[in-house]
Structure formats: C-alpha cells, structure tokens
C-alpha cells in the first residue's frame, strides 16, 4: 500500500528560527511530489512541486529536497514568520493508465510563536 | 481571474438525508478534484475527473458516495443517507493535468474554500 508518512506530527518554534519538515515514503517512481501549506478552515495551497528526476526546489523562503534513494523528502522553512503556522501536507501523485492517483501524508501541524 | 468556487460554504443536515455538493472549476482546466478533510486529519481523496475520461472513483468511501460531472464544467458531489461520520469539509479542485504522449506535465492543484458538512 502506497504510504506518505510525515514526520514530526506537530511542531512548535520561535519566529525567525528555520525548521526542517520530512516525510518518508513507500511508492516509487512518482508523478510529482508536492509540499503545501494548509492554514486552518482554508483549502490547501501549493507551495512546491517536484517531479522524480528533480533534487531541490525554492518558492521563497520554502525549499522542498528529495532523496530518490533513501525515499525521503523535506520542506526547510527559513526565517519562520508567524503567519507560517499552519499544516503541511506532502503529497505523492502517481500516474497509472492515464489517471492520477494521489497519496496524503499525515500533514505536520507547525506553530510560530514570537 | 475567477478561482475554484464551491457551494454551498456550509450545510448541517439530519442523519439519513441526501445531500449535494457543487463544484465551479477553473474555466479551462481539464482536470476536477474532490477531496474529505475531517477535523483535526490531513486530507482524503475521494475521485479525480480528467476530461472526458471515465473518473477515478478510487477514493470513494462507500457507495452512498458519488460524483458527477459534465464535460469539464461544473462537478457536484452526492452523499445519500448521510451519517455522522460523513461530517468534514469537502474540497474540490481543479488544474490544467495535461497528457502529452510519454510525457506528462506537472500540474498546480488550485482549491475551492471548501463545503463544511455537519451531519447532525
């Protein structure tokens, strides 16, 4: 069964710090993979989007890395804002006879407290 | 322009009552999402229609749950016999998935502001 497993759940740290969000998971190859930024009671906005060949991508202060061999990605945060609290949801899409099919992570539920 | 729209933003019904959700895609976008996110969870496929294609129903949770949509305009989403556990905000999503021979694009999901559920 197709996972994406995030790591840590919840997080909390201080404005300014940067942080580190990862995330293992089980299918291979993909589509894309991709990070997005889900602030309470609003629909979940992409931040970056990978495909399987690519190493690192920026959006600002987001910078998204995968490891095809060790099957981890992660989200580094520079600078945490308070308006970053929120939940990050990665997410694995897989394309299988014409279709998509998406794989959620747990999501990590971060706090930027000043 | 014009974003993913949803309607309606919110619906408490009774347990056993059918509802229907409405989805508004981006103009042009080839490619409509629905997806459940239950309080305090991360967020759950239910099906993905492409074009003309026969959608990806994999998602759904049961067969109270179905979805339409005509063409690549307007999706709506049925919960028949809703129950308590049918209560979380659904969203829809659109982008412009694009299948071009071997290979495929990348694609930006944009998403509706949801359909909060309350099954009451």
């Known amino acids: 069964k197709n996972q994406v497993e995030q790591s840590p759940q919840s997080l909390i740290i201080l404005e300014g710090k940067n942080c580190t969000l990862q995330?293992?998971?089980?299918?291979?190859?993909?589509?894309?993979l991709r990070w997005y930024k889900q602030d309470t009671g609003r629909g979940p906005v992409s931040l970056t989007i990978m495909t399987f060949s690519e190493n690192t991508k920026s959006n600002g202060r987001y910078t998204a890395t995968l490891d095809a061999d060790t099957k981890q990605s992660s989200l580094h945060i520079t600078a945490s804002q308070l308006s970053d609290s929120a939940s990050y949801i990665c997410v694995v899409t897989v394309n299988s006879g014409g279709y998509q099919k998406v794989t959620f992570g747990t999501g990590t539920k971060l706090q930027v407290i000043p | 322009g014009a974003g993913v729209s949803q309607s309606p933003s919110n619906k408490v019904t009774e347990k056993g009552k059918d509802v229907e959700l409405r989805c508004d895609p981006i103009s042009g976008h080839t490619a409509l999402y629905w997806y459940r996110q239950r309080l305090g969870q991360g967020l759950e496929f239910l099906i993905y229609f492409q074009g003309n294609s026969a959608p990806d129903k994999s998602g759904l949770p049961s067969d109270r749950f179905s979805a339409e949509r005509t063409g690549e305009s307007v999706s709506t989403l049925t919960i028949q016999r809703t129950q308590q556990e049918d209560s979380a905000v659904y969203l829809c999503?659109?982008?412009?998935?694009?299948?071009?021979?071997?290979?495929?694009?990348?694609?930006?999901?944009?998403f509706g502001p949801g359909t909060r559920l309350t099954v009451l």
């Open positions: 995330r293992n998971y089980t299918v291979s190859p993909f589509s894309n």
């Open positions: 999503a659109s982008s412009l998935a694009v299948w071009g021979g071997l290979r495929n694009r990348t694609d930006t999901q944009y």
